[in-house]
């Protein structure tokens, strides 16, 4: 028989020792699946064009000066603050102390000073090779840095915090593109080419456990359908501007997700190599301009969620300018245009599709549009790689559906060696008025007709600013609300 005592000391024996508060509660998550359309051909963002670069290594393995946050400000992220001349042509920052490189180089003045004169050397690859040969650096003193710019550039502080701007370890920039050495909180863990991208929390960041994400694989999955099973079916935690428009409800009703619609300063376009024949002859431009209904591209490609635009600029951007009317849709203007040219139709032109999905829906639409004024277009669809080499790097095409995300980018108009081959004196003149005015008001209206000499010129195709869906799990906290760039900033993201 059980007495009180047996008893007391049956219940001893069968209880726990004594836990911490919350120690049965579940571990929280601190790993992350990131879904991308497309797979970087290197990690090295100085060294090549591409979004896609910057989406895997921006604010996560490399740092930049100041960064962009989602609402387009520019606050201080290397550097701890900065004082702009009068004049605005001389910047002074006071660099953060106390920063190391991964290798554990120290960062300090002389490492910007090595990262800018770089970006600016005459065997540059920088897409922004232009801005920097604009900025003399001098490294006044370990952590000071003074950049004196030869003429006016209103948006340097924006464009300090883009990753064509990442301060970089001298000894390792000649393997940054598959070995990168940063600053920032992430380190390359593991790329298995043509799947994944994994990054792991660098425990020597200076604030290093404040990034509570200890490890993020990206995945690359450019097939809409894809895309959609792979966060149905929880392979995937977050997709930055998926392409899921014609799966949203399942996503909007579904309670393990949230969907963020983010604004863009993106600029879709139909690119037009202006060096080949015949589009150098601006009827012949005008005429293709005039074949296509923004409209309908915008349905077929982006399932309705774009605005048109009628230049290089989007509606929100400050200057902006509404240029759609002056190469509005009219197939018969666009026949009479390309028989005041002499072109004889069917005039044979390729038409080269990355890609992402809005290009190969748009571009099938975009082809038909095209055959109605007389024009054949030659699909080839080409993979990323492909496009940055041949088409970017080589200029090998005709036409090409192209998305560029940068918000800041009339400047690649004044150059004449860029893929798209436009030059104008006119269009050059009114671009250095609107970055060397020191009234904002004079500034915006050179802005303005920037705007209308591209659209006037048909430089390009000017198709829509596109609206982006971001598709997360119910519980991630720290998503962007909008998308000024093309950034992944792993570090402020974390499990609820």
């Not at 030869?150 to 940054?176: C, Y």
């Not at 619609?261 to 139909?270: H, W």
Request: hydrophobic share 45%; aromatic share 10%; glycine share 6%.
């Amino acid at each position: 028989m059980l007495n009180r005592r047996t008893l007391l000391a049956t219940a001893a024996a069968l209880t726990p020792l004594a836990l911490p508060t919350g120690a049965f509660a579940q571990k929280k998550k601190d790993t992350l699946v990131i879904g991308l359309t497309l797979e970087p051909t290197g990690l090295d963002p100085t060294a090549k064009a591409g979004a896609e670069i910057s989406e895997v290594v921006l604010y996560n393995i490399f740092e930049t000066l100041t960064k962009i946050n989602s609402d387009g400000s520019v606050t201080p992220l290397l550097a701890d603050s900065w004082e702009v001349s009068p004049d605005l042509k001389t910047y002074t920052f006071k660099l953060k102390r106390g920063v190391k490189f991964q290798n554990g180089e120290p960062f300090n003045a002389q490492s910007v000073k090595f990262s800018f004169d770089r970006a600016a050397a005459a065997n540059s690859t920088n897409k922004d090779k232009r801005t920097f040969a604009n900025i003399a650096a001098q490294a006044v003193d370990e952590h000071t840095v003074v950049l004196i710019t030869r003429e006016i550039e209103p948006d340097l502080l924006f464009l300090l915090g883009q990753a064509s701007a990442i301060l970089v370890e001298p000894r390792t920039v000649e393997t940054n593109a598959t070995k990168p050495v940063g600053t920032g909180p992430y380190r390359l863990d593991n790329w298995a080419k043509g799947s994944t991208i994994v990054l792991a929390r660098w425990d020597g960041y200076r604030h290093a456990y404040a990034a509570q994400i200890r490890k993020v694989s990206f995945r690359f999955i450019s097939e809409p359908a894809a895309q959609t099973t792979a966060l149905l079916s929880g392979d995937v935690d977050l997709f930055p501007h998926a392409s899921v428009s014609r799966s949203l409800p399942q996503f909007q009703n579904d309670k393990r997700f949230q969907v963020v619609f983010n604004a863009s300063r993106g600029k879709a376009i139909l690119a037009i190599n202006n060096k080949r024949k015949p589009l150098d002859d601006v009827r012949v431009r005008r005429a293709i301009s005039a074949a296509i209904d923004r409209k309908a591209v915008i349905e077929a490609a982006v399932d309705g969620r774009g605005v048109p635009i009628g230049s290089h600029y989007v509606p929100g951007a400050p200057g902006y300018i509404d240029t759609t009317g002056i190469n509005a849709y009219d197939v018969e203007k666009a026949k009479k245009l390309l028989a005041e040219a002499g072109v004889k139709t069917p005039l044979e032109l390729d038409l080269v599709l990355p890609p992402p999905p809005y290009a190969r829906q748009g571009g099938e639409l975009i082809a038909a549009q095209l055959a109605k004024v007389g024009i054949v277009a030659k699909i080839q669809n080409v993979e990323w790689a492909q496009w940055m080499s041949g088409t970017y790097g080589n200029r090998n095409y005709d036409l090409s559906l192209i998305l560029h995300v940068e918000p800041f980018d009339l400047v690649n108009y004044t150059k004449p060696e860029y893929y798209w081959g436009y030059q104008s004196a006119r269009f050059n003149e009114a671009f250095d008025k609107a970055r060397n005015a020191p009234r904002a008001a004079d500034r915006l209206r050179y802005l303005g007709d920037a705007q209308r000499l591209l659209a006037e010129d048909a430089a390009n195709v000017f198709l829509f600013q596109p609206q982006f869906i971001t598709v997360a799990g119910r519980n991630l906290r720290g998503l962007w609300k909008d998308l000024p760039i093309f950034a992944n900033d792993i570090a402020a993201l974390y499990w609820a």
